[in-house]
């Protein structure tokens, strides 16, 4: 009788060393390693677009908009992971396993796929609630203009508030709202047309 393949567990350790030597993302959880897909076109235009929208309102001020360059744990669940933007207010703390991992993000951005949207929106959001800065957890959509803030309040809980077509999401732990209309803003579609002739 053949025996069932037996699951391979990972340190952290050994995963960082995979993940320094790998062209491709991983996220790590409870000894597993897992694969992160690549984005469409229209999921790296919208990470940029709102990076950089937060870049240009924040410029000045005491924080850090970092792309999904920039890896993430969870401390209090294992989750090592590459949100698409992060913000850090203040100065970055790191890991003490992992001197890339930040610990402290005050907002965590991600840009909605088809693929990702349920994770997203359930077990990895339930992560992200573990991290004690994290004040505002970000999704934007790619089908609409829409962007959904969930805003930690006091007492703990989180509430929604959303955004969509001429209006602005307020992000209330970094002092500013990303207008919906730049954020999905497309240059192309504001190119003069070509001349006929």
Same mark, same amino acid.
């Given at each position: 009788m053949n %025996?069932?393949?037996r699951?391979?567990?990972?340190t952290y /350790? &050994?995963y960082?060393?995979q993940? $320094?030597?790998? #062209?491709?993302?991983h996220?790590?959880?409870n000894?597993?390693?897992?694969?992160?897909?690549?984005?469409?076109? %229209?999921?790296a235009?919208?990470?940029?677009s709102?990076? /950089? &929208?937060?870049?240009?309102?924040? $410029?000045?001020? #005491?924080?850090v908009?970092?792309?999904?360059d920039l890896?993430?744990r969870v401390q209090?669940?294992?989750?090592?992971?590459?949100?698409?933007?992060s913000?850090v207010?203040s100065?970055?703390?790191?890991?003490?396993?992992?001197a890339d991992?930040a610990?402290?993000?005050?907002?965590?951005?991600e840009?909605l796929?088809?693929?990702s949207?349920?994770?997203d929106?359930?077990?990895?959001?339930?992560?992200y609630?573990?991290?004690?800065?994290l004040?505002e957890?970000?999704?934007?959509s790619?089908?609409?203009p829409?962007?959904?803030?969930?805003?930690?309040?006091e007492?703990?809980s989180?509430?929604?508030?959303?955004a969509r077509?001429g209006?602005g999401?307020?992000?209330?732990a970094?002092?500013?709202?990303?207008?919906v209309?730049?954020?999905?803003?497309?240059?192309l579609?504001?190119a003069?047309?070509?001349?006929?002739?």
């Amino acid at each position: 009788m053949n %025996e069932p393949a037996r699951k391979i567990i990972w340190t952290y /350790a &050994e995963y960082l060393d995979q993940e $320094r030597a790998s #062209p491709t993302k991983h996220e790590f959880l409870n000894g597993e390693i897992f694969a992160m897909a690549g984005g469409t076109p %229209e999921h790296a235009r919208l990470c940029l677009s709102v990076g /950089a &929208e937060l870049r240009a309102h924040l $410029r000045g001020r #005491p924080c850090v908009v970092y792309s999904s360059d920039l890896r993430v744990r969870v401390q209090a669940t294992g989750l090592s992971t590459y949100p698409d933007v992060s913000v850090v207010w203040s100065r970055l703390e790191c890991d003490p396993e992992d001197a890339d991992a930040a610990l402290n993000p005050i907002v965590l951005i991600e840009v909605l796929s088809d693929s990702s949207e349920a994770y997203d929106r359930g077990q990895k959001f339930a992560h992200y609630r573990c991290i004690p800065s994290l004040r505002e957890y970000v999704l934007v959509s790619q089908h609409e203009p829409r962007i959904e803030v969930f805003h930690r309040n006091e007492d703990g809980s989180w509430t929604l508030r959303e955004a969509r077509a001429g209006e602005g999401a307020e992000l209330q732990a970094i002092g500013c709202t990303l207008s919906v209309d730049d954020v999905y803003r497309d240059p192309l579609a504001q190119a003069a047309p070509a001349a006929e002739g």
